[in-house]
């Protein structure tokens, strides 16, 4: 519905320019053209249909241009409720300090502590 109401707000709004670009804004234009006063439509009944169609025009364009954000497609409410708290959820906290990990690494109170390597210097005092 949305791509036929978009198709449909080019088409008016195109008919619209074209509508502008025949009116001449010193009475000329299209009536111009009219030289005899005894033709069927003649300089005034131009000008009037010229005026008439600009309005129908623009107007149909205001009435499509809300008929189109009204079915603009959008997903359900729970669906973005949930695509925002799943990124908020992830994201990380740029305040927390990163924790790195101890030297020694803490050991269970029964476990022993694996010996050492000795340095040289340290085999030699002893």
């Known amino acids: 519905m949305f791509t036929l109401i978009s198709v449909l ?12 670009l025949v009116q001449n804004s010193k009475g000329g234009g299209l009536a111009a053209n ?7 439509m003649g300089v005034r009944k131009t000008a009037d249909f010229l005026e008439k169609a600009t309005w129908t025009l623009a107007a149909s ?9 009204a ?10 409720r949930s695509l ?8 990380i906290d740029p ?5 790195f990990p101890t030297a020694v690494p803490d050991l269970a109170p029964d476990a022993e502590a694996p010996p050492l ?8 005092q002893n």
């Open 9 to 20: 707000i080019f088409i008016v709004a195109i008919l619209l320019v074209l509508i502008v």
């Open 84 to 91: 925002i708290e799943g990124q908020i959820e992830q994201t």
């Open 34 to 40: 009219f030289s005899a006063s005894n033709q069927v």
């Open 95 to 99: 305040t927390v300090q990163p924790s």
């Open 71 to 80: 079915t603009i497609p959008r997903g359900t409410v729970e669906e973005q």
């Open 117 to 124: 390597p000795l340095d040289e210097d340290d085999e030699e």
């Open 61 to 69: 364009l205001v009435f499509l241009s809300i008929l189109a954000s």
